[in-house]
């Protein structure tokens, strides 16, 4: 899969607006998605799960109020549970670590770490 590279931002995050500077400085072309705005479907997050080579319990902030009103840090980490972290991400994009960058050449990164941005160009 290949396109344009795009930052699921929130620019209310330091992390995030790091990212979205290390992009600037490269020169990098990128689309911002507010994915708090524009929340990703459960395909779509399957999709980025993918190309992250990741679990959605990887990317969750388990941290957020909204985790712990669910349960979340007792709820299952294997393949029978992964719909429900998936379901519970599309319906409550707070949830979702950030900034993740979806790259042109069709890769993916959690972009949290000076040594996740220097992946990016």
């Known amino acids: 899969m290949t396109g344009q590279t795009e930052i699921w931002h ?19 072309d990128y689309t911002v998605r ?3 705005d524009d929340p990703p479907t459960a395909d779509e997050l399957r ?14 902030r388990t941290g ?6 669910l349960g979340m840090t007792d709820w ?5 549970d ?3 972290w ?6 409550n994009p707070k949830l979702i670590q950030r900034p ?3 790259t042109a050449d069709g890769a993916a990164v959690l972009a949290r770490t000076e040594e996740s941005l220097r992946t990016l160009g």
């Open 10 to 28: 929130n620019p209310r995050c330091t992390k995030s607006r790091n990212a979205a500077a290390h992009l600037d400085a490269a020169g990098v």
């Open 34 to 36: 507010r994915y708090l």
């Open 47 to 60: 999709a980025v799960l993918a190309r992250l080579d990741a679990e959605p319990w990887d990317i969750t």
């Open 64 to 69: 957020e109020q909204i985790a712990k009103d």
């Open 76 to 80: 299952g980490r294997g393949p029978a």
């Open 82 to 84: 992964r719909e429900r």
């Open 86 to 91: 998936i379901e519970a991400l599309a319906a």
């Open 100 to 102: 993740i960058v979806l």
